[in-house]
């Protein structure tokens, strides 16, 4: 059995010069047409069967999953719903339950109106700049972006801690616009969440949209349970059994995190490290490989690594 993991963000019409790089719907049709061409599209409920009771076979699976829980994504999940093909949305809860923005979206709505260089300066200028530094795979960890923007995303994901991070970020999103206004028209409401959870289509994304790996156990665990008390008490979804993890690469997902969330019973977890899920991979379903839709067949890139 091998199984492709795809992943998904925004859903929109519109492009951008910078800082959100959606797919349209168009762009999704034609996207799932090519991965229907290699692959067999597969359900949670399929592939938590596989997983429980070590039933995989020869076929060539693919799994369509989207992060973050944008209310546009609720589109794509009426269109693939239409065409017969299962997905799962991971849902950040914290913004919703909070009428909030979390920092990753509040910097792609800064980005699509701000150059990068002004930003990225007007950070420097307010912290001390001796705390900063990067690793040697910084372009791997950003691989399609440019050099003054991967060092951006580095420094605020992975560097600035969350109070200064925070701090200056929304010093900027309110320069531009009001962050309530904004989470409100950015994100899911819980009748859009239960509704996805009677198709058995959702899972989480933690509550708020932290590196896990950065935090201590106590603080991952608080932030799994409040994701999964929100979504399971607060909009009576079924029991979450899968999670995905933000950011999902290696200074993210550490074999602390995994630790940690083994206590809570997950099916599978789903990563960011690139690759085909194979038997092998299934030893460990918490740390199973996914990708961005922009290598994926069909996607931005045109790539043919993954056609099989």
């Given amino acids: 059995m091998r199984l492709l993991i795809v992943n998904f963000h925004y859903i929109r019409d519109i492009k951008y010069n910078n800082g959100i790089y959606p797919r349209s719907l168009k762009e999704l049709s034609l996207q799932i047409d090519e991965l229907s061409k290699y692959y067999t599209f597969i359900s949670k409920e399929e592939l938590e069967y596989k997983i429980i009771n070590k039933k995989y076979d020869q076929n060539n699976y693919c799994l369509i999953t989207f992060d973050d829980g944008l209310k546009e994504q609720m589109d794509a999940f009426e269109f693939l719903w239409s065409k017969g ?14 009428n909030t923005v979390v920092d990753v979206h509040k910097l792609h709505y800064i980005r699509s109106k701000m150059d990068d260089n ?36 580095y420094l605020l994901n992975f560097i600035l801690s969350p109070t200064i991070k925070d701090k200056l970020i929304s010093t900027l999103l309110n320069q531009l616009i009001d962050e309530q206004v904004l ?14 959870s009677k198709f058995n289509s959702i899972g989480t994304h933690c509550d708020l949209h932290l590196p896990l790996a950065t935090l201590t156990k ?51 977890g789903l990563t960011m490290f690139r ?19 922009n290598d994926a067949p069909g996607g931005k890139l045109d790539s043919k690594e993954y056609v099989i």
């Fill in 85 to 98: 093909i299962p997905a799962i949305f991971y849902v950040t809860t914290s913004s919703i339950r909070n």
């Fill in 275 to 293: 690759g085909i899920n194979t038997e092998k991979d299934f030893q460990e379903p918490l740390l199973l490989k996914r990708i961005d839709t």
């Fill in 218 to 268: 106590e603080e991952i665990k608080k932030d799994i349970n409040d994701s999964i008390d929100f979504l399971e008490n607060e909009c009576n979804c079924d029991k979450i059994t899968t999670i995905s993890y933000p950011y999902g690469g290696p200074k993210a997902v550490s074999s602390k995190v995994i630790e940690t969330v083994k206590e809570f019973n997950f099916t599978f």
């Fill in 118 to 153: 002004i930003i990225y300066n007007y950070i420097c200028k307010n912290i001390d700049d001796s705390i900063i530094s990067y690793p040697k795979n910084l372009n791997d960890l950003y691989r399609y972006d440019k050099t003054e923007t991967k060092k951006l995303k």
């Fill in 183 to 196: 989470s409100k028209e950015l994100y899911m409401n819980k009748n859009d969440i239960l509704k996805l």
